[in-house]
Structures are given as C-alpha cells and as structure tokens.
C-alpha cells in the first residue's frame, strides 16, 4: 500500500506510540485486503463500549492511548444509561468501570453520546458517496444502503484507529466494484412495520455477506429499511444492499443482474413470529428501539401509549440527542410508565439479564437477545409489544 511521507512518519513512531499503533492497524487491514491507500474520513463510530462487551483488558487499551482524535468521532452504546443507570438495576461497580470507559474514550476527543444512530445526530449526518470508518452493523448497512455513503464493518479498535489517524484503508465497500449487487431478492408480499425486520432474519440468514438487491412490492420507508438492514446485519453479515426503485445508489450504477435470485414468501415471513408466538403474555419485560429510535418511532410509541398505564418493564432506547430534542414525546411516553433510555441498548446492557422472557420488534433484537443476554426473546409488531407490556399476566 502507498503511504505518503507523513504517514510513513507516523508508521515509524515520530508522532509517539498511539499514532504508530494505529497506523500499524490501518496498514494491516490495508495489506490484507489490497488497499492501495488511505483515503480521509468524514466521521468515525466506535464500537466496544459497553463494559459488559469489552471488559477491563478493553478498558486498559483504551485508557492506554494518548492524543486526540481528528475527524468527528462518537460512541455505540454503552452498558447503561449514563444518568438513569440505577433505575436499570445496573450495580455500582458496573457504574464504575463504564464511567471509566468513557472518560478514557473523551479523553481521545470523541464524543461521548453512545448510539447506533449517529446519523440523526448533528455533526454525523451523511451524503450520498462520503466516506466513513463506523462500525456497528445497522449504522454500517444504513449509512452505505440508505444514505448510499461507504464504510467497511469496522471493528471497534479500526475505527478508533481510523479515528485518530482521520483515514481509513481504500478497500472493500469503499470501491465502486464491490458495491454492486450479487444476488437479487424477491418479495411479494405486502409488508409494513416489523415485517421488515422479520424480513431481514429471514434474509440474512440466506445472504450471509453478499449485496442483495431487493425487488419489493410494498414501498418501505428509511425506518422500515433500518429494521431490514439492522436485522440482516445480525442473522448474516450484510453490510450493504440496495432496494430497486428506492434506495439511492441503484439508480445509478452499472451492474449485470445477478444470477442467483432468492424468493421470500409471505409464510416464510410469518414463521418469524410464529416461531415464538407461544410466549405471548408470558414475557416480564418489553424492548423497543434496536436500531435507536427515530422521532418518528418514538411519535408512533406515544400515539400508541396514549392513556395507557403499563403493567411491564417497557424500555424504548434512543440516541440522548433525539430523546432531548424531543422531550415533550419522551414526556408523553414515561407517562404510561415506560422508561426511555439513552446511552444503552436491551443487547448491550447486563440489566437485561435480570429479566427472562423479552418481547421485540426488532430482527436484530430477535437474534441477539437469546445469545448475548441468555434470556427468550419473542418477536411481535410494535402494537402487540405495547399490548404485551400492558398486560398484567
Ligand atoms: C450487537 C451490536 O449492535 C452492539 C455490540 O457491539 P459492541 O459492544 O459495541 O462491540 C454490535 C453490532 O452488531 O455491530
Ligand atoms: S440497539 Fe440494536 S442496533 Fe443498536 S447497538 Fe443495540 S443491538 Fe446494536
């Protein structure tokens, strides 16, 4: 791979160890994967923030490195809400060790709001052909599928690299031709809602980590693709597709169809839900907002609590920045007795596992819940979810 003098520089230690390091990560995954340089970033996203994730070997790496970083930098979510954390059920040596983790991730710079949705966020938002270091996998698949942007599924310590060094090795989605689809998809039936997610577990599944192009029949909207992509992220490794008629780069590209072409049917879609639908009532705690929710979820969320008093843990999770922009709906939301929390997810946090059955609307949610919080996951729609927190069973 190319390096330019200031880079070989770096390589070689003149701008002390942090910078050498992360150079020396870029340069590796360049190297393995053909880059022939490094190309300047917008924004990076880190992963690996949640204590419960990354433990304290994690955070001795963090808090080892020095200097800052150079382009807009922000976290995924972190093992709690940074403010409401006891009423989680989060102990206080948890508490501890994940303040100690952001201070050292605010100490390089980076911003220390902890979300999947940076992309709602002033300072992150993205066009059309920018190109990024991101790494959690909804933000990665929506950046490059809805907003047509480039990023590689970084992990946690590339992306801080690439956060601190402003660049990121010119290679896999970066490049035209890796970005074209392989393999076309067919769907349909009508869908709305969680549909896509259940969608996208049944889709991944089959993709793995190909670039599917979907041939939809119902018309979905950037929320409905954000399930579709968090959930195909999860139960495969898609970091890109494209949606024809809908999402932004199809239009222009020049490709040959591919030849291998998937149908999904109506029934496939259902087993999704069918598969759990013997838990129904049986759940004790309900989670809303994997990927974080958008303003216009956490509207659909009040509009459906509206007089209602919840039996169950209900959480919603979203960005802090959206949750204060829109106070008035959290407000709305916490009146029924749901928690909003900020800063964390129902995967990432240990306080899920105080609970043993969670109802989801989300794919994604839906294949990490059972792994990653060892506790069953029901998947439902947004309405059924509502109606199962409500539910005194
Ligand atoms: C499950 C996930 O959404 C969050 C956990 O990631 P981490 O702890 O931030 O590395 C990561 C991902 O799918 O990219
Ligand atoms: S809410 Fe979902 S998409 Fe966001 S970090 Fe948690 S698991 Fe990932």
Known sequence: MHLTKEEEKIMQGEYGLTLEKAMEILVALGDIYGADELIPIKSAQVAGVSYKTIGDAGLEWISSLEGKVRVPSILNPAGMDLEKWSEMGISQNFARKQNEIIRA??????????????????????????????????????????????????????????????????????????????????????????????????????????????????????????????????????????????????????FEMPDENITIEKEQIQEVYDSTSELR???????????????????????????????????????????????????????????????TCMVVSPASENYECMAVNSGKAFNYVPGMCRLKARYASIEECIEEAGDSN
């Open 105 to 254: 991730y605010e100490n390089l710079g980076i911003r220390t709001e902890c979300t999947c949705t940076p992309y709602y966020l002033k300072g992150f938002h993205l066009n059309m052909g920018d190109h990024v270091a991101w790494s959690e996998s909804s933000a990665v698949s929506y950046a490059n599928s809805v907003i047509g942007a480039r990023t590689n599924r970084e992990g946690g310590p590339s992306a801080l690299s690439a956060a601190l060094i402003g660049k990121t090795a010119n290679y896999g989605f970066h490049l035209d031709e890796n970005r074209v689809p392989s393999v076309s998809v067919n769907v349909e039936s009508d869908l709305k809602g969680s549909d896509y997610g259940a969608l996208g577990y049944v889709a991944g599944k089959l993709i793995s980590n190909r670039v599917p192009l979907f041939f939809l029949s119902s018309k979905p909207e950037p929320d409905d693709l954000k399930s579709l992509g968090a959930a195909m992220a999860a139960s495969g490794s898609v970091a890109l597709y494209h949606v024809d008629g809908v999402t932004p780069e199809i239009g222009h590209m020049h």
């Open 281 to 343: 009532s049986r759940c004790d705690i309900v989670a809303i907002g994997c990927p974080h929710c958008s303003p216009g979820e956490l509207e659909e969320i009040a509009d459906l609590l509206e007089g209602r008093r919840l039996k169950k843990e209900l959480w919603i999770c979203v960005s802090r920045e959206v949750a204060e922009r829109y106070s008035h709906i959290v407000d709305m939301i916490e009146e029924s007795g749901a928690k909003v929390m900020c800063d």
